[in-house]
T-cell receptor, first 116, second 114 residues
C-alpha cells in the first residue's frame, strides 16, 4: 500500500524568507501524481502545485516550487518570499495514475507559521 | 462561484441520531470523492463515484455509512446511529476524470457528536 510521510509537524519562517517542507512517499508503481495542498485555518483545501512522476522537470507555480527526487521518493515544497497569507496546514498527497483508483493518499500535514 | 459546495457547514447531533450531508460538485466534473479528516490528521478516503456509480469504498466506511449520487450530480453522505468517534470534518472533492484529474475540495461539513 502507498504511504505518505511528512516528518515536520510544524515549521516557521520569517516573512520574505524561504522555507522548504519535506515529504516522502512509498510506492511500487512507476507512474503516479504528487500534490501539495494548502488548508488555511477554517478554510477549504486548495491545490498549490502538482507533479507528474513521468516528468523529470520540477513543477513551479509562482513562488512555489518542488524538488522531486523519484529514486529517493521525495517530494519537497519550497516557498520563496514567504507571505503572511502562506500560513496554513500543508498536505502532501499521492495518487495513482488515472484509470485506476483515483483517491488521494495524504500525509499528516505540516503547520506553517509566518512571522512578520 | 462554481466551486464545490457542501451543506451544512456545521452539524451538531446527539449520539444515536442520523445525519445527512450534501455535496454539489463542479458542474462538469464526473468524479466525486468523500474524505474524512480528524483533528491533526490528513484527510482519509471514504468513497468515490464515477457519475452515478459508486466504484470504491474504503474499509473506513462502516455499515452505518451510506453514500449516493443520483443522476451523477450532487451526492449525499448519510451516517446512521452516530457515535462520538464519527466527529470529524467530512470533505467532498470533485474532478474532471481526465488528464491529471486534479481534485478540487469543498469547504467541508464539521460534525460534532455529543
Amino acid at each position: 500500500a502507498q504511504t505518505v510521510t511528512q516528518s515536520q509537524p510544524e515549521m516557521s519562517v520569517q516573512e520574505a524568507e524561504t522555507v522548504t517542507l519535506s515529504c516522502t512517499y512509498d510506492t511500487s508503481e512507476s507512474d503516479y501524481y504528487l500534490f501539495w495542498y494548502k488548508q488555511p485555518p477554517s478554510r477549504q483545501m486548495i491545490l498549490v502545485i502538482r507533479q507528474e512522476a513521468y516528468k523529470q522537470q520540477n513543477a513551479t507555480e509562482n513562488r512555489f516550487s518542488v524538488n522531486f527526487q523519484k529514486a529517493a521518493k521525495s517530494f519537497s515544497l519550497k516557498i520563496s518570499d514567504s507571505q503572511l497569507g502562506d500560513a496554513a496546514m500543508y498536505f502532501c498527497a499521492y495518487r495513482r495514475r488515472p484509470g485506476s483508483q483515483g483517491n488521494l493518499i495524504f500525509g499528516k500535514g505540516t503547520k506553517l507559521s509566518v512571522k512578520p | 462561484d462554481t466551486g464545490v459546495s457542501q451543506d451544512p457547514r456545521h452539524k451538531i447531533t446527539k449520539r444515536g441520531q442520523n445525519v445527512t450531508f450534501r455535496c454539489d460538485p463542479i458542474s462538469e466534473h464526473n468524479r466525486l470523492y468523500w474524505y474524512r479528516q480528524t483533528l491533526g490528521q490528513g484527510p482519509e478516503f471514504l468513497t468515490y463515484f464515477q457519475n452515478e456509480a459508486q466504484l470504491e469504498k474504503s474499509r473506513l466506511l462502516s455499515d452505518r455509512f451510506s453514500a449516493e449520487r443520483p443522476k451523477g450530480s450532487f451526492s449525499t453522505l448519510e451516517i446512521q446511529r452516530t457515535e462520538q468517534g464519527d466527529s470529524a470534518m467530512y470533505l467532498c472533492a470533485s474532478s474532471l476524470g481526465s488528464g491529471t484529474d486534479t481534485q478540487y475540495f469543498g469547504p467541508g461539513t464539521r460534525l460534532t457528536v455529543l
